[in-house]
């Protein structure tokens, strides 16, 4: 029932831009912690940002800092990914997670709710 749809991604070229989103159903994010992850082929899942619901509070990986932007619409119940000067080696599918704790943690293996992803590929 719980249900995380994903959208955004798509082919674009480096230094372009692309807004992921993740909308939730069958639940809502106010008591989660949400993350963005990708992951490369063959190559681990990465976290890439990270946003807890209640207090506001965001995380980055050192590769995206400066360039990704993760954000909130309460009231649509959905979570952004803003991604700009995009380069080559963001090339993934993007994923959108969730944990039912006000904490964000950097492992995909402790969240329980999954998007189905979406390709984000950079050209150069």
């Known amino acids: 029932q719980v249900q995380l749809v994903e959208s955004g991604g798509g082919l674009v070229q480096a230094g372009e831009s692309l807004r992921l989103s993740c909308a939730a159903s069958?639940?809502?994010?106010?008591?989660?912690?949400v993350g963005w992850f990708r992951q490369a082929p063959g190559k681990d899942r990465e976290f890439v940002a990270g946003k807890s619901w209640s207090s506001g509070r965001t995380y980055y990986a050192d590769s995206v800092k400066g360039r990704f932007t993760i954000s909130r619409d309460s009231a649509k119940n959905t979570v952004y990914l803003q991604m700009n000067s995009l380069i080559p080696e963001d090339t993934a599918v993007y994923y959108c997670?969730?944990?039912?704790?006000?904490?964000?943690?950097?492992?995909?293996?402790?969240?329980?709710?999954w998007g189905q992803g979406t390709q984000v590929t950079v050209s150069s």
């Open positions: 997670a969730a944990r039912s704790s006000v904490v964000v943690t950097t492992s995909w293996l402790s969240y329980d709710y």
């Open positions: 069958g639940m809502t994010f106010s008591s989660y912690a």
